[in-house]
Each structure stands twice: as C-alpha cells, then as structure tokens.
DNA sequence: CTGAAAGCGCTTACAG
DNA sequence: CTGAAAGCGCTTACAG
C-alpha cells in the first residue's frame, strides 16, 4: 500500500465497496453500512470491513456519493473579491470551519453585479451541490443573495440585518451600527465638533441602509453634531487617498471616521502630503483592525471586526442546516470593540 | 420556468438528459453528444435538443459527469495561508482564470507541516477528482507536494525552480533571484556598505536555499560588500517589528531588504521607535509590492511581483494538462519590477 | 444483522 | 448521424 496515493486495485482503478466487500467476505451494501457509521452491523463484521477498508486503502468516492445523495458535503463562497481584510478574514473562517467538518470548501467571485455574471456564477455554486455561503458586504453579493434558489441551503454574511431574511436561511453579521456609533463617539468625547465621513461603496442606492453610516449618523445626531454628507470613497489605500485629498482642503476638517483601515490608510497619507498633522490637525480612525493598522505611523485607531468568527458562524449555521436540515441556533460572534490608538487626539483648538 | 433556479420536472427533481430527450423526441446518448460538442449530429437535431433543453432548463449533474468520466473540471489550490499578500494574489489569479475555463475551484489550508496533516489535506484534494495547484512558499507547501499521489494532475507554484519537478508536474515561479538582486544592488549603488536581510521563513533547512536570500547574498558578493547573516522573521507586520526592534540597535545599520512589505511595514515602525528616520539614517527596502506600500509615510521602496499572473498561468498548465493530458507551454508571468520609492536613499556619511 | 435489486445521471464503446 | 446496452461507485428501500 502506498503511504501517499489511493491504493490501487490489479485492474488499475482505486478500490470500490464492492472490492472492500470482496476481502471482507461481505456484500458491498454492508460495507456502505460500515463506512455511514449504521448502528445494525455487528462488531466482528464491522472489524472484519475496516481491516479490508485499511488494506486496499479504499476511500469512498466522492462523486458516486454525490450522485448517490443528491448533495454533496461542501460549501461555496460566493464573495465579489477575496482579498480586501474582511473577505479574505471570512473565507478564512469559513475554511476553517469547513475543514473541521471535513467539508470541501469553494470559491466563486462574483466579477460584478451584472444580473448576467451573478446569475452564472449563483447557478454553478448551486450546481455543484454544495450549501452556500453568500458575502454579501456589496452589491455583487445583495444580488446574488437574491438569485440563489429556493431550496438550496445557504447563509449570508451581512452587514446589517434588515430586510427579511429568505425562508430558512440564517445571517451572520457584526454589530457594525454599534462599532461606529463607539468610534464616533471616541472622536466627539475628543472634542470634534463634527466627523466627517469616508464610506464603502453602498449595497443599495441609499448610502444611509449600510449599518456604519447609521451608526455614525445616530452618534452625531444624539450629540447634537453637524452630519455633513458621507462621502463613498471606495475600498483600497489608493481609493483613501484620493478621497483624502480633497478632504485634506477643507479648512473646518479635524476628524474623519472611514470605512475600513485600508481606506485609512490612504487618508493617512494624503493628509500628510497636504501638510496636516495626524492627529494634532486631523483625527483619522479605520474600521476593521486589520493586520498592518497597529504598526502605521501613527497606528490606527480602529474597531476590531471578528471577520473569522462570522465565516466559522455561517459555516456552523450552513453546517446544520445541510445535516440537521433545520435552522440551527448561530454561533456566537466577538463584539466589535474599539481600539484607540495613536490617529485620534484631542480637536485642535480654534 | 423559473429565472433563478434550475427547472423541476414534474416529478420534483432537475431534468435530466433523458427529461430532454423525450422533449426533443432523441435517445438520452443524442443529449449527451449535444451537450459535449460533438460534431456528428444533424444541425436540426441539435437545435431540437437545444430547444429542449432551453425549455426545461437543464443543467448537466456535475456529480454524474465526474462519475462517469472519473475526473471534475475543476482545480483546488492547496495552500498553507489564504490572506498574505502573495499566496492571496495566487488565489485570486487561479480563480480568475478557472471560472474563464468554467473550472469549480477549491481551497484547501495546510494548518501545519505536520506528516498526517499534510497527508490528509492532499487526499482529500486529490479525492475530490480535481485538479491541484499546490502553493510551495513555505514548509507545508513543499511537504504537499511531496504527497501528491502519482497520476494526479498538478501544477506546483513555487519560490526556487531547483530540485526536479516531479513528473508531469510543471512549476510556476516569479524570478525572484533576479528579483533580490536587483533591489540590493539598488541599495548598494546608493552607497550603503552592506545591506541586511530580514527573510521569510525558509521552505527548506538552509536559508540560503530561497531564491530571495541567494539573490541577496550574490549582489554583496558581486559587489565585494559583506555578508551579514540573514535573520529569520516570519511573515507579517508583527514579526517586521520585533524583528526590526532588535535590528535597530545596531549602530552599523543603514540598509534593510525585507522579505516582504508586511515585514518591512513592521520594520519602518520599529526604526522610527527607535528614533532611526528613514530613509535619512536608514534604508529600508520591501518585497511583492503589496496594495498598502505606495502609501506609507514614506512610501516604500519593493518589486513588483504579479502573483496574480502567477495563479492564472498555473492554472492554464494544469488544465493543459487536465484536457490535452500533455504538458503545455508555460504561460508568461511578469518580470519582477523594482519600484524606488521613499524608504530608500543615499547612505548617511559615516 | 445482512443481502439482492434498483436507481442516482451521466459517458463510453458498440451497432447500425 | 443516431440508438440500445453496460457501467461509473455509491445509497435507498425492500426482504429475510
């Protein structure tokens, strides 16, 4: 037997049921009922199969199950981009997840929210038999939740949990309202008389349905603050930076709140070049935690996001569903937390 | 028929070739031919069954393809990481160029090096019936490869082409040598005496074997500077920055190549901790040209890797190899590019 | 507790 | 150019 590749029969082709059946001096059904773990086997015969099933190296395959079953013990994520922080952060969760489960895990990106792009891509992920899990942070994503069929198992990852979730399938998200209502408010107690906003390219037409830009709103609102427009800058450093040097030129400017920490970051730079301090002139703060924003200059303050822990959630959540076949209670996800750092500082005086 | 889902028949399941080819007054082997492109079928039989089967929108079982041809259009990319910069490129590239090719593609994450979870990882990639592109910038990456059984169609993505490329297997690699060297001779040519090398984490026992350290050393020879030792870091901001705290207190100091920009980016912090201006008293120089370095305070000098490329020409060889079952011609990837930026500059007088 | 039969939805020779 | 037969490797009732 080899100690890499399946093992091969004398015809050539890896061992089936029927050849594990034929060691075991059984019928190829009882060697299914062995590997299903069926209760009604008796011991001996069930030591008398694994001994066969460990000789030939069998190892069931895994399209005759699918076509078997009908399903297949996967998930694919359908996601607009997988390497942005919190995409990248939620397929990894996800993965994760699924490997414990021993599930295949998929990926399909979806390039646009053309319907014609979503609709194919939608339609593979469910071809394969897989349950899905829809990322649905943008508009590729809104849309694709909206074409998946009914019937196939799936969960969304959301940002803000309005609307009505389709019938049996759960979502998973983060208290994104609640974080930017925290960071805002970090700016304000500061002193700020006002925060000015860089947002993410909205889900719907409406820029104030995403949960940060309410979040934001509402802390402004309640501190009786100025709410200036939202500006929807973009996702990357470099769409920060553009964004943030027009904001560099507004004299009243003292505190920006952006969209995620790459966004930041380009603001960061941007303010420099313009010759505005952070944060003696400027306070700047990101959204998301992610793994460089401790170790700019100066370090971001930001908000932590569980982007992980939503990818293991749906996956459990997507993982009940397939074998339990019902909605399961979801998986606990952190509390985004606030994590001041070295971008926000006391509003210079007038 | 519905927009969304795949169309029920009567009897509640998708329809099936022979759905069709009772629509289409034809055998079930007619549909099969239709729907593979094969030439011998009467241009009005063909546009019957292509009727057929745009009325009861039928999508062919992938499960019973690959049962029945025993192999899966589609690849899984075996990797040890899915979000640092390089090996998320990769990924993105493999999907870009696998959904083209209408390919299901998979991710499978080697959690360790460790025997059993490498072994475990590979079968059941390899079960699956998919294709491998298995990512071998580190440890477990290199330990995948040596597992993959005989027969499987794979294409390895790799740091340093030496060694031999197991059979049938083609390798993808950026020249990352030439790479090394090119950013060390920039630093040299700016004066500095010796340059230090912060690397990532070797695949093998001996540092020296990575093209990026080799390139490395082969420019300080070239130019008579010494050598210093490479000191192992790791792979993200965190480790640049323990790393750089220690580098920092070396008075002799003045040149830094990073084995990444996430390295150099902790790097940049740890020096300006430490009260070092870069590039005034010290140069520092990153790796792949990550999305964050052009916009650092100061912008960071690296090369270009296309990663990206890197991933779409593994996966046209592997489905080279997967449809013509030869290998094929390599696809181009991008020559590594040196972009000088901010972090690098004229070594201080002594 | 175990086996013989039928079926999941395709493809691959083999006839004609 | 087209169809009837057998098979890919499993699982799901149905018997016993």
Redesign the interface.
Known sequence: M?????ARTPSGRPPSIRDVAGVAGVSHQTVSRVINGHPSVRPATRERVEAAIAELGF?R????H??AVGR?RGVTVLTSN??H?GY??V??GV??AA?GA?F??????L?SDEPAVV?D????A????SGLVVIAYDRPGVRAL???????PMVAVVETPDGSPPAGSPWVWTDDRAAAHAVTRHLLDLGHATVRHLALPSTTATPDATARVAGWREALRRAGAPAPEPVVAGW???D??AAGQRLARDPELTAVLCGND?LA??V??AL?EAGRRVPEDVSVAGFDDA??S????P?LTTVRLDFAGVGRAAFALLHGLMEQGEPVAPHPVAEPVLIARESTGPAPRA
């Open positions: 080899s100690l890499t590749g399946r190892r395959s895994a399209a005759a699918a076509l297949v997988t390497t922080h990248a952060a397929l990894q993965e994760e490997r021993s295949t895990v998929g990926v399909s990106v390039e609709r891509a939608v339609r593979r469910a071809d394969s038999g909206e074409a998946v069929p009914e019937g196939t990357t450093p470099a920060g930076y790459d970051l380009g960061l730079r420099r793994p460089h401790a170790f700019l200059s370090s």
